[in-house]
């Protein structure tokens, strides 16, 4: 049987427990819903403060599909993804940094009890293209399109060639993370 911090927390009168314990000026019964269905493990392991931030993601979240962080911590990247659930998300989201060239070095996935998920992922950008704000920019904008793309009965889209820093029109198929390209329509092949 796995311990106890990798259940869902299920019982509102504990978090509110752990919010009498922190200095957290939040919205208590919001902050319940957010965290309602994550391990026990994420109160345990995750700073006051980084929770706040992933607080602050989820309230700004809205009707989108998704919305992402990007923030260097020392010599590595950590990526945070509040999205609303789907199949695959989680596939796509590492097929992205993987097409941008970042390498994953942890992963951690949670979802709480109103289908959002919250994925957290520490990178390692040994090329360098995160230094760049503009490429930061665009491979999260282009992570946000892919989470709130449905692969099946998907029509023609641009597919962004971390390379060049274009778009190509493309044909639905398969290839690479932008997951509707073939190998003569896709600038990245």
Same mark, same amino acid.
């Given at each position: 049987m796995p311990p106890i911090e990798y259940f869902p927390i299920t019982d509102e009168?504990?978090?509110?427990?752990? =919010?009498d314990r922190i200095p957290l000026a939040v919205d208590r019964e919001r902050f319940t819903r957010f965290v309602?269905?994550?391990p026990h493990h994420y109160l345990a392991a995750t700073s006051p403060v980084e929770m706040v931030k992933h607080f602050a993601l989820v309230t700004s979240l809205g009707r989108r599909a998704a919305i992402t962080a990007l923030a260097r911590e020392g010599a590595l990247w950590k990526l945070v993804v509040v999205a609303s659930d789907r199949k695959f998300l989680f596939a796509r989201i590492a097929g992205s940094l993987s097409f941008f060239g970042a390498?994953? =070095?942890s992963a951690e996935a949670f979802a709480n009890t109103e289908a959002v998920v919250l994925d957290i992922f520490t990178l390692a950008d040994q090329r360098g293209r995160f230094e760049e704000s503009e490429e930061r920019r665009r491979f999260q904008a282009f992570l946000e399109g892919?989470?709130?793309r449905s692969r099946r009965g998907r029509s023609p889209a641009a597919c962004p060639s971390p390379r060049s820093g274009t778009t190509r029109s493309i044909r639905?198929?398969?290839c690479c993370a932008c997951a509707g390209a073939t190998r003569s329509g896709c600038s990245t092949w």
């Amino acid at each position: 049987m796995p311990p106890i911090e990798y259940f869902p927390i299920t019982d509102e009168r504990e978090v509110g427990a752990f =919010l009498d314990r922190i200095p957290l000026a939040v919205d208590r019964e919001r902050f319940t819903r957010f965290v309602l269905g994550f391990p026990h493990h994420y109160l345990a392991a995750t700073s006051p403060v980084e929770m706040v931030k992933h607080f602050a993601l989820v309230t700004s979240l809205g009707r989108r599909a998704a919305i992402t962080a990007l923030a260097r911590e020392g010599a590595l990247w950590k990526l945070v993804v509040v999205a609303s659930d789907r199949k695959f998300l989680f596939a796509r989201i590492a097929g992205s940094l993987s097409f941008f060239g970042a390498n994953i =070095l942890s992963a951690e996935a949670f979802a709480n009890t109103e289908a959002v998920v919250l994925d957290i992922f520490t990178l390692a950008d040994q090329r360098g293209r995160f230094e760049e704000s503009e490429e930061r920019r665009r491979f999260q904008a282009f992570l946000e399109g892919r989470s709130r793309r449905s692969r099946r009965g998907r029509s023609p889209a641009a597919c962004p060639s971390p390379r060049s820093g274009t778009t190509r029109s493309i044909r639905p198929a398969r290839c690479c993370a932008c997951a509707g390209a073939t190998r003569s329509g896709c600038s990245t092949w």
